[in-house]
Every structure is written in C-alpha cells, then in structure tokens.
C-alpha cells in the first residue's frame, strides 16, 4: 500500500470517528498540517473559522487574505493557486504579508453548486503540485460536515419545538436532570414557573386556531427577549409553558413571573396565570417541583386568574410553603 492510499484510509477512519464540528475542524487542522508539512491552514465551515495563530498581528494579516480568499472562492468555486501572495494583485492592499508563508492553496467545499466552506492551505514550498490530493480530502469533508449538519438538525428537531422555535418538554427534562442533582451538591436555590394562557379555548373558538399558533408564536418570541441566557424556555404543551431558572432564588424567581405576566399583557393583551416553584437547596426532583408548580398554577386559576402564585420548598422533609398563606416569603399579584 503506497502512502498516498495510507493517508486517505487513516483521513477517512478519523472522519468516521468524529461527531462534532469542533472535533472535525481541529483534526483537519493538525492532520493537514503535519502530513502535508504546510506552514499554516484555515478550515472555514458552518460560519465558524479554525486557524492556529498564536500572534496577534499575524492574525490580522491571515484574517485579511482569508477575507479575499473567500470572496474569491465564493464567485469562482473553484480552487485557486497564488505562488506569491504578496506579489499577487488581489492582496494589494493589505499589510504584512511578506510575514506569512507565500504559497497558498484554497479549496472550496462545494456540494450541490453551494459553498459550504474552504479550506486555506499555506506554505513556503510550492503547493501546486498538492492540489488533486488536498482535493479528494476536502471532497470527503464536504460529506462529513453534512452528516454533521444532518446530526444536528435532528438533534435540534427533536429538542425544538416546531411552532414556537422554543425548547420543549424534553429539553426542559435534559436540562432540569443536569442542573437539580447539581444544585444539590453545591446547595444553591432552583427555581421553575409553569404557566398557560387564561381562556385559550374561548380565544381559539371565537378567533380560530391559526390565531391560536400565531398567539403561541408570538409569546414564545416575548418569552424568548426578555429570558436571560442561563433560564431554559420551553413549550410544556399546548399552550402550556415551563421555565427552568437555576440559581434563581425565590424572590427572583417571583419578580420574573411577574415581569412575564405583565409584559405579556402589554404586547399581546392576554393574561397569563402561572405557578412558581422554588426549592431552597435542591433537595427534590424535577417532578416534585412541577408537582408544586401545577398546585400552585391551580391555585392561581381558580382564585381569579391573570395571578402568579408561588410556593416553597424549604427541604423535602420540612414541607412546602405556600408564599401567600404565609405572607411574609412572597406574595401573589393580581390586576
């Protein structure tokens, strides 16, 4: 077996291994770099940009031809040699470029006439006479960064949902088991509100249900603005929401839910009842906590609705208290 089927068999078996685009962009970078002895590469692919450079005025240069390189690639698709990059027309311009390798080699990842990427080759040697082989490597990229975008679409599916573009109830599960045994062995507060549209059934028999999924739609996206980063939003289920707030305490936890009831009111001009659960040190699961959030959700239904209601969990084994009833932990609005 010669080299050249060597190399392509050990790129292939790497390729099969890999299942992130993090993973694949740092193999093709150390792979290219050591087997094909290259002074420098890019791989650019997903909007997202793989280069080792450790100095940053070097950036700067390699980011600048990078920018021509790929408007190049871009309107030609197709792979382009320059012997001497800064001796060649298209990099006038830019500073610094005696400082870099001068041989380059760009190769676009095409599939279907779309540009999914390129990879940037450098070199103080002549790279020319590499190109048909570089070629068959970024050929098999373009199907794995597929098979990758594929993964994740699916991946994404399965966790999104499909109306609201939030994250559903089993997203809400993968989140709220990772972050409850968490916060129990730091011993820091959870909290989590569980809330639904008052008289949904009344909006969608007088308005009809496209009005309906455009309501849905249009909370998910207030949902989504006025959500820190670290709060998982998600549908529960019909027009039934959940949101995980870790380390969120329960006043915190109280002035959200207010802040959602209002402002969905403002924008949409519905109201909105929700239950709050907040657990002092974790000690519960995620059942319990929904378990509490639906009474207290209940609670805000049938005492007027348009209502937060919150309660407590001090420890699993002293009970739950319920903010109103108790008057000094929190209080329960209504408009």
Known sequence: MNDKNELQIEFLE???SINRI????????????????????TIISNNVEAIKVDNSSLK????????????????MRAA???SNIAKDFLFDGINGLENIPQNLLAIPFVKEKEVLGCIICYSTDSIKERLELLSWFCDKLVIAIQKLNNYYAIENSALTDSLTGLNNRIYFEVVANKWIPKARQ???ATSLILFDIDNFKVFNDSNGHVAGDVLLKNLGAILKNISPENFSVCRYGGEEFILFLPKIKSDECFSFAE????????????????????CLNSSVDSLSMIKEADIALYKAKNSGKNRAVQRIIVDKNLGVIDAEDAGSVGKTYSE
Do not use: M, P
């Open 22 to 41: 993090d993973a694949l962009h740092t193999f093709v970078l150390d792979f290219l770099a050591s087997k094909f002895k290259l002074s420098n590469c």
């Open 259 to 278: 802040l959602v009831r209002n402002k969905v009111f403002e924008v949409l001009g519905v109201t909105v009842s929700l239950g709050i659960c907040s």
């Open 186 to 188: 730091e011993n820091f």
């Open 60 to 75: 700067l240069v390699y980011s600048a031809v990078q920018t021509v390189v790929i408007h190049q690639i871009a309107s």
């Open 14 to 16: 790497a390729l099969l």
């Open 80 to 82: 382009f040699v320059v």
